[in-house]
């Protein structure tokens, strides 16, 4: 029933710059917790960023300072601003995010299909 999709991937030069979005729809009664993740063909898929209801967030040590991550509750929706992109970002991105459906009474993680991300010159 909940549904994420996202958009915004794509090929972009190294030191560019990509926003990824995120909205879930559905039977939505509440979002906690929503992040972003990457993985690459044959690499572990990893945490990029997370950010919570209230808007705290966490980020991978290797996109501090380059990487924002932000949402807008009303929409329930995630972005993922990214600058000075480099190779080694290359991957497909997928966002999670945990939602209260209208027919259940707790929290349940629900993944998008995933947006690709190429940074090469």
């Known amino acids: 029933q909940v549904r994420l999709v996202e958009s915004g991937g794509g090929l972009v030069q190294p030191g560019g710059s990509l926003r990824l979005s995120c909205e879930a729809s559905g039977r939505i009664f509440d979002i906690n917790a929503m992040g972003w993740y990457r993985q690459a063909p044959g690499k572990q898929r990893d945490l990029v960023a997370s950010i919570t209801r209230g808007g705290s967030t966490n980020y991978a040590d290797s996109v501090k300072g380059r990487f924002t991550i932000s949402r807008d509750n009303a929409k329930n929706t995630v972005y993922l601003q990214m600058l000075g992109l480099k190779p080694e970002d290359t991957a497909v991105y997928s966002c999670?995010?945990?939602?209260?459906?209208?027919?259940?009474?707790?929290?349940?993680?629900?993944w998008g299909q995933g947006t690709q991300v190429t940074v090469s010159s």
């Open positions: 999670k995010a945990g939602v209260m459906s209208s027919s259940v009474s707790y929290y349940k993680d629900y």
